[in-house]
Protein backbone atom coordinates (compact mmCIF):
# COMPACT_ATOMS: atom_id res chain seq x y z
CA UNK A 1 0.00 0.00 0.00
CA UNK A 2 2.92 2.77 0.68
CA UNK A 3 5.05 1.70 -2.72
CA UNK A 4 1.84 1.71 -4.36
CA UNK A 5 0.98 5.18 -2.89
CA UNK A 6 4.67 6.72 -3.59
CA UNK A 7 4.19 5.75 -7.35
CA UNK A 8 -0.03 6.61 -7.76
CA UNK A 9 -0.58 3.24 -8.71
CA UNK A 10 -4.54 2.09 -7.87
CA UNK A 11 -4.77 -0.40 -4.95
CA UNK A 12 -6.38 -3.53 -6.04
CA UNK A 13 -7.61 -5.60 -2.77
CA UNK A 14 -6.24 -9.40 -3.16
CA UNK A 15 -7.19 -9.90 0.34
CA UNK A 16 -10.63 -8.87 -0.19
CA UNK A 17 -11.09 -10.92 -3.30
CA UNK A 18 -9.69 -13.78 -1.71
CA UNK A 19 -10.14 -13.80 1.94
CA UNK A 20 -13.82 -13.51 2.56
CA UNK A 21 -13.87 -17.13 0.62
CA UNK A 22 -10.84 -18.58 2.62
CA UNK A 23 -13.32 -17.38 5.94
CA UNK A 24 -16.46 -18.93 4.61
CA UNK A 25 -14.31 -22.36 3.83
CA UNK A 26 -12.87 -21.68 7.14
CA UNK A 27 -16.33 -21.83 8.86
CA UNK A 28 -18.05 -24.72 6.69
CA UNK A 29 -14.73 -26.89 7.70
CA UNK A 30 -15.17 -25.93 11.60
CA UNK A 31 -19.42 -27.62 11.15
CA UNK A 32 -18.10 -30.53 10.14
CA UNK A 33 -14.50 -30.95 12.12
CA UNK A 34 -13.13 -27.93 14.75
CA UNK A 35 -9.90 -29.58 15.45
CA UNK A 36 -8.66 -31.27 12.21
CA UNK A 37 -10.22 -28.81 9.51
CA UNK A 38 -10.38 -32.15 6.98
CA UNK A 39 -13.55 -32.99 5.34
CA UNK A 40 -14.75 -36.68 4.34
CA UNK A 41 -16.04 -38.02 0.43
CA UNK A 42 -19.40 -36.92 1.03
CA UNK A 43 -18.02 -33.22 1.01
CA UNK A 44 -16.64 -33.09 -2.25
CA UNK A 45 -18.20 -31.89 -5.05
CA UNK A 46 -17.14 -33.66 -8.33
CA UNK A 47 -18.46 -37.44 -8.92
CA UNK A 48 -18.99 -37.60 -5.19
CA UNK A 49 -15.47 -38.86 -4.81
CA UNK A 50 -11.96 -37.91 -4.18
CA UNK A 51 -10.24 -37.90 -7.70
CA UNK A 52 -6.57 -36.82 -7.03
CA UNK A 53 -5.72 -36.56 -10.62
CA UNK A 54 -8.22 -33.84 -11.09
CA UNK A 55 -8.02 -30.22 -9.37
CA UNK A 56 -11.41 -31.26 -7.94
CA UNK A 57 -12.84 -28.85 -4.86
CA UNK A 58 -14.75 -29.68 -1.63
CA UNK A 59 -17.36 -27.84 0.17
CA UNK A 60 -16.71 -24.43 -1.54
CA UNK A 61 -16.28 -24.11 -5.46
CA UNK A 62 -12.33 -24.19 -6.60
CA UNK A 63 -10.07 -22.35 -5.70
CA UNK A 64 -12.16 -21.01 -2.39
CA UNK A 65 -12.87 -24.86 -1.89
CA UNK A 66 -10.11 -27.26 -0.38
CA UNK A 67 -8.22 -28.69 -2.95
CA UNK A 68 -5.49 -31.64 -3.35
CA UNK A 69 -1.99 -31.13 -2.84
CA UNK A 70 -0.63 -29.18 -5.76
CA UNK A 71 2.80 -28.65 -5.03
CA UNK A 72 3.78 -28.03 -8.99
CA UNK A 73 2.16 -24.46 -8.09
CA UNK A 74 4.19 -23.08 -5.39
CA UNK A 75 7.28 -21.72 -6.69
CA UNK A 76 10.41 -22.98 -5.77
CA UNK A 77 11.51 -20.51 -3.54
CA UNK A 78 8.49 -20.93 -1.12
CA UNK A 79 8.27 -24.34 -1.42
CA UNK A 80 10.42 -26.27 1.36
CA UNK A 81 7.97 -27.95 3.51
CA UNK A 82 5.73 -28.97 0.51
CA UNK A 83 2.01 -28.06 1.02
CA UNK A 84 0.37 -27.06 4.01
CA UNK A 85 -2.97 -27.85 4.63
CA UNK A 86 -5.13 -24.98 5.65
CA UNK A 87 -5.46 -26.96 9.62
CA UNK A 88 -1.81 -25.90 9.53
CA UNK A 89 -2.57 -22.55 8.79
CA UNK A 90 -4.92 -21.72 11.37
CA UNK A 91 -3.08 -23.32 13.85
CA UNK A 92 0.25 -21.34 13.23
CA UNK A 93 -1.77 -18.51 12.98
CA UNK A 94 -2.64 -18.39 16.45
CA UNK A 95 -6.17 -17.13 15.46
CA UNK A 96 -7.73 -20.44 17.40
CA UNK A 97 -6.59 -19.69 20.80
CA UNK A 98 -9.27 -22.22 22.57
CA UNK A 99 -8.55 -25.06 20.99
CA UNK A 100 -5.71 -26.94 20.24
CA UNK A 101 -5.50 -28.28 16.26
CA UNK A 102 -4.86 -31.58 15.57
CA UNK A 103 -3.13 -31.16 11.89
CA UNK A 104 -0.49 -33.90 11.53
CA UNK A 105 -1.53 -36.63 9.39
CA UNK A 106 1.44 -38.55 10.14
CA UNK A 107 0.67 -38.74 13.70
CA UNK A 108 -2.50 -40.17 12.68
CA UNK A 109 -5.05 -36.76 13.85
CA UNK A 110 -6.91 -36.93 10.44
CA UNK A 111 -9.14 -39.73 11.11
CA UNK A 112 -9.79 -43.13 8.17
CA UNK A 113 -11.89 -41.90 5.58
CA UNK A 114 -11.56 -38.11 5.55
CA UNK A 115 -8.90 -35.92 3.60
CA UNK A 116 -6.96 -32.82 4.51
CA UNK A 117 -7.86 -29.50 3.18
CA UNK A 118 -5.38 -28.10 1.26
CA UNK A 119 -6.00 -23.93 0.07
CA UNK A 120 -4.90 -23.68 -3.39
CA UNK A 121 -4.16 -20.30 -4.16
CA UNK A 122 -1.77 -20.05 -0.72
CA UNK A 123 1.73 -21.31 -0.98
CA UNK A 124 2.74 -23.03 1.84
CA UNK A 125 3.90 -20.48 4.01
CA UNK A 126 -0.26 -19.23 4.25
CA UNK A 127 1.35 -15.52 2.83
CA UNK A 128 2.79 -16.04 -0.29
CA UNK A 129 0.13 -16.94 -3.36
CA UNK A 130 0.89 -19.90 -5.37
CA UNK A 131 1.22 -19.69 -9.09
CA UNK A 132 -2.93 -19.97 -8.67
CA UNK A 133 -2.98 -17.16 -6.44
CA UNK A 134 -0.96 -15.22 -9.06
CA UNK A 135 -3.29 -15.89 -11.73
CA UNK A 136 -6.10 -14.78 -9.59
CA UNK A 137 -4.14 -11.65 -9.02
CA UNK A 138 -3.61 -10.87 -12.40
CA UNK A 139 -7.03 -11.57 -13.73
CA UNK A 140 -8.15 -8.72 -11.44
CA UNK A 141 -5.49 -6.21 -12.73
CA UNK A 142 -6.69 -7.00 -15.71
CA UNK A 143 -10.82 -7.10 -15.54
CA UNK A 144 -10.13 -3.56 -13.48
CA UNK A 145 -8.54 -2.25 -16.45
CA UNK A 146 -10.65 -3.79 -18.52
CA UNK A 147 -13.40 -2.80 -17.42
CA UNK A 148 -12.16 0.69 -16.80
CA UNK A 149 -11.49 0.78 -20.19
CA UNK A 150 -14.65 -0.01 -21.49
CA UNK A 151 -16.08 2.33 -19.16
CA UNK A 152 -14.43 5.16 -20.85
CA UNK A 153 -14.84 4.14 -24.27
CA UNK A 154 -19.06 3.38 -23.65
CA UNK A 155 -18.99 7.22 -22.04
CA UNK A 156 -17.44 8.65 -25.01
CA UNK A 157 -15.29 11.04 -22.67
CA UNK A 158 -12.84 10.31 -19.61
CA UNK A 159 -13.98 8.36 -16.50
CA UNK A 160 -15.39 10.83 -14.48
CA UNK A 161 -12.81 10.80 -11.20
CA UNK A 162 -16.25 11.28 -8.75
CA UNK A 163 -17.35 7.66 -9.65
CA UNK A 164 -14.26 6.13 -8.66
CA UNK A 165 -14.57 4.82 -4.66
CA UNK A 166 -12.81 6.69 -2.37
CA UNK A 167 -10.08 4.36 -0.11
CA UNK A 168 -11.52 5.87 2.90
CA UNK A 169 -8.59 5.65 5.40
CA UNK A 170 -6.50 7.16 2.76
CA UNK A 171 -8.09 10.41 2.19
CA UNK A 172 -11.65 12.19 2.90
CA UNK A 173 -12.27 13.75 -0.58
CA UNK A 174 -10.78 13.37 -3.93
CA UNK A 175 -9.01 16.92 -3.73
CA UNK A 176 -7.15 15.90 -0.96
CA UNK A 177 -7.05 12.06 -2.20
CA UNK A 178 -5.27 13.98 -5.31
CA UNK A 179 -2.87 16.00 -3.12
CA UNK A 180 -1.52 12.47 -1.09
CA UNK A 181 -1.16 10.57 -4.11
CA UNK A 182 0.93 13.14 -5.65
CA UNK A 183 4.82 12.45 -4.28
CA UNK A 184 6.60 15.34 -4.97
CA UNK A 185 10.35 13.38 -4.77
CA UNK A 186 10.63 9.58 -3.40
CA UNK A 187 14.33 8.75 -3.14
CA UNK A 188 14.20 4.71 -3.39
CA UNK A 189 17.21 1.88 -2.82
CA UNK A 190 14.99 0.04 -5.61
CA UNK A 191 14.18 0.59 -9.01
CA UNK A 192 10.62 0.07 -9.58
CA UNK A 193 10.29 2.42 -12.80
CA UNK A 194 12.90 3.55 -15.59
CA UNK A 195 13.23 6.74 -13.24
CA UNK A 196 15.48 5.87 -10.39
CA UNK A 197 16.24 9.02 -7.88
CA UNK A 198 18.54 6.57 -5.70
CA UNK A 199 18.66 6.97 -1.66
CA UNK A 200 22.03 8.19 -0.82
CA UNK A 201 23.10 9.52 2.37
CA UNK A 202 24.06 13.34 2.00
CA UNK A 203 27.55 13.92 1.39
CA UNK A 204 30.28 14.89 3.24
CA UNK A 205 29.36 12.35 5.66
CA UNK A 206 28.89 14.30 9.14
CA UNK A 207 30.84 13.62 12.33
CA UNK A 208 29.62 10.97 14.05
CA UNK A 209 27.46 9.36 11.56
CA UNK A 210 28.22 5.42 11.18
CA UNK A 211 26.95 2.03 11.77
CA UNK A 212 24.42 1.77 8.70
CA UNK A 213 25.74 0.20 5.63
CA UNK A 214 23.83 -0.35 1.86
CA UNK A 215 23.45 -4.03 1.30
CA UNK A 216 21.14 -6.48 0.47
CA UNK A 217 20.63 -8.83 3.26
CA UNK A 218 18.40 -11.38 2.08
CA UNK A 219 18.96 -14.97 0.58
CA UNK A 220 18.71 -13.57 -2.86
CA UNK A 221 20.28 -10.58 -2.72
CA UNK A 222 17.48 -9.14 -4.14
CA UNK A 223 17.12 -6.80 -1.59
CA UNK A 224 18.65 -3.98 -0.92
CA UNK A 225 18.58 -1.14 2.28
CA UNK A 226 20.10 0.90 4.54
CA UNK A 227 20.71 -1.23 7.56
CA UNK A 228 21.89 -0.84 10.91
CA UNK A 229 22.18 -3.88 12.92
CA UNK A 230 24.26 -2.30 16.11
CA UNK A 231 23.13 -3.97 19.39
CA UNK A 232 24.70 -0.59 21.17
CA UNK A 233 22.43 1.38 19.28
CA UNK A 234 23.47 4.75 18.59
CA UNK A 235 24.03 4.33 14.49
CA UNK A 236 22.80 7.54 12.62
CA UNK A 237 22.51 8.44 8.43
CA UNK A 238 21.44 11.50 7.44
CA UNK A 239 19.60 12.47 3.73
CA UNK A 240 17.80 15.33 2.43
CA UNK A 241 14.99 16.53 0.79
CA UNK A 242 15.34 19.58 -1.39
CA UNK A 243 12.32 20.81 -2.95
CA UNK A 244 11.04 24.40 -3.28
CA UNK A 245 10.17 26.85 -0.93
CA UNK A 246 6.37 26.01 0.00
CA UNK A 247 4.35 26.35 3.47
CA UNK A 248 3.88 22.70 4.10
CA UNK A 249 5.40 19.55 2.62
CA UNK A 250 4.89 16.00 4.38
CA UNK A 251 7.59 13.88 4.64
CA UNK A 252 7.61 10.02 5.03
CA UNK A 253 10.06 6.95 5.66
CA UNK A 254 9.92 3.67 4.16
CA UNK A 255 11.25 0.76 6.73
CA UNK A 256 11.33 -2.77 6.72
CA UNK A 257 8.50 -3.63 9.10
CA UNK A 258 9.21 -7.76 10.36
CA UNK A 259 8.10 -10.24 13.15
CA UNK A 260 11.59 -10.99 14.86
CA UNK A 261 15.06 -9.19 14.47
CA UNK A 262 14.40 -5.57 14.94
CA UNK A 263 14.69 -2.30 16.16
CA UNK A 264 13.72 1.15 17.42
CA UNK A 265 14.97 4.35 16.11
CA UNK A 266 13.83 8.11 16.00
CA UNK A 267 13.60 9.97 12.90
CA UNK A 268 14.44 13.62 13.19
CA UNK A 269 13.27 15.95 10.25
CA UNK A 270 15.82 19.71 10.65
CA UNK A 271 13.49 22.41 8.41
CA UNK A 272 16.03 24.46 6.96
CA UNK A 273 13.48 26.33 4.34
CA UNK A 274 15.25 28.26 1.78
CA UNK A 275 18.83 28.32 3.74
CA UNK A 276 20.34 25.04 1.52
CA UNK A 277 23.50 26.17 3.04
CA UNK A 278 22.73 25.56 6.67
CA UNK A 279 23.93 29.01 7.91
CA UNK A 280 21.50 29.33 10.02
CA UNK A 281 19.52 26.83 12.67
CA UNK A 282 17.20 24.60 11.68
CA UNK A 283 13.23 26.73 11.48
CA UNK A 284 11.93 23.89 13.15
CA UNK A 285 13.00 19.86 14.47
CA UNK A 286 10.36 17.12 14.14
CA UNK A 287 10.92 13.95 15.84
CA UNK A 288 8.97 10.34 15.94
CA UNK A 289 9.74 7.36 17.51
CA UNK A 290 9.02 4.02 15.33
CA UNK A 291 9.49 0.73 16.06
CA UNK A 292 10.23 -2.06 13.39
CA UNK A 293 8.93 -4.87 15.24
CA UNK A 294 5.20 -6.11 14.48
CA UNK A 295 3.23 -9.33 15.16
CA UNK A 296 1.93 -10.20 11.72
CA UNK A 297 4.36 -12.60 10.80
CA UNK A 298 5.02 -11.28 7.62
CA UNK A 299 8.13 -8.69 6.43
CA UNK A 300 7.35 -6.07 4.02
CA UNK A 301 8.29 -2.45 2.99
CA UNK A 302 5.94 0.04 5.19
CA UNK A 303 5.06 3.76 5.44
CA UNK A 304 5.94 5.78 8.31
CA UNK A 305 4.47 9.69 8.09
CA UNK A 306 6.82 11.65 9.73
CA UNK A 307 5.92 15.52 9.89
CA UNK A 308 2.19 15.84 9.88
CA UNK A 309 -0.50 17.89 7.46
CA UNK A 310 -1.39 20.44 9.95
CA UNK A 311 2.18 21.43 11.16
CA UNK A 312 4.73 22.57 8.54
CA UNK A 313 7.59 20.35 9.74
CA UNK A 314 9.32 20.97 6.56
CA UNK A 315 9.08 24.15 4.02
CA UNK A 316 11.75 23.18 1.71
CA UNK A 317 15.07 21.91 2.40
CA UNK A 318 14.94 19.21 5.12
CA UNK A 319 17.71 17.09 6.33
CA UNK A 320 16.06 13.55 7.72
CA UNK A 321 18.21 11.75 10.09
CA UNK A 322 17.74 7.68 11.86
CA UNK A 323 19.26 7.21 15.07
CA UNK A 324 18.44 3.58 16.38
CA UNK A 325 18.54 2.80 19.78
CA UNK A 326 20.01 0.18 22.02
CA UNK A 327 18.05 -3.18 21.81
CA UNK A 328 15.81 -3.75 23.91
CA UNK A 329 15.52 -6.78 26.37
CA UNK A 330 13.98 -10.07 24.98
CA UNK A 331 14.15 -8.72 21.48
CA UNK A 332 16.45 -11.47 19.34
CA UNK A 333 18.13 -8.46 16.97
CA UNK A 334 18.10 -4.84 16.86
CA UNK A 335 17.71 -4.02 12.84
CA UNK A 336 16.50 -1.05 11.26
CA UNK A 337 16.68 -1.19 7.72
CA UNK A 338 15.58 2.17 5.81
CA UNK A 339 13.77 1.82 2.03
CA UNK A 340 12.65 5.39 1.01
CA UNK A 341 12.18 8.37 1.35
CA UNK A 342 9.67 10.59 0.20
CA UNK A 343 7.48 13.83 0.14
CA UNK A 344 4.58 15.55 -0.66
CA UNK A 345 2.26 18.56 -0.64
CA UNK A 346 0.40 18.93 2.95
CA UNK A 347 -3.36 17.95 2.40
CA UNK A 348 -4.48 20.56 4.98
CA UNK A 349 -3.33 23.29 2.30
CA UNK A 350 -5.92 22.30 0.07
CA UNK A 351 -8.90 22.50 2.45
Same mark, same amino acid.
Not at 103 to 128: L, M, S, T, W
Not at 221 to 241: D, E, M, V, Y
Given at each position: MGVAQHYQIPVISYAEALFPGFWRLKQKLEEIDEQTYSFGNDQWLVNNGVDNSNISSAVLPYPHGCSPC?????????????CKSMCTFLDRSGIIKERK??????????????????????????????????????? %????? %?????????????????????????????????????? $???????????????????????????NGFTFYADDSL??????????? %??????????DLPLDNCY?? $???? %????????????????????????????????????GLWESPISVWSDVQVTEDNVSGCTGYCEVTIITNPQEKERDGNKVKVLTLSARKCSSTYN
Open positions: QPEHIIEQFRPGGLRCNAKNGDIPQGRYECYVPFFAHDAIHPSAVGHSIAKD %LIVHT %LASAQQTSCNDGESIIKEEHPLTTFVADDFNQLQVRSD $YLVVKDVARIFSRFDKLERISPIPDGEKQRPGWIATNP %LGNSRITFNIAV $YLAI %LRSYNGMGTFRVEVKDYGNDRKRKHPPKKVTTKAVD
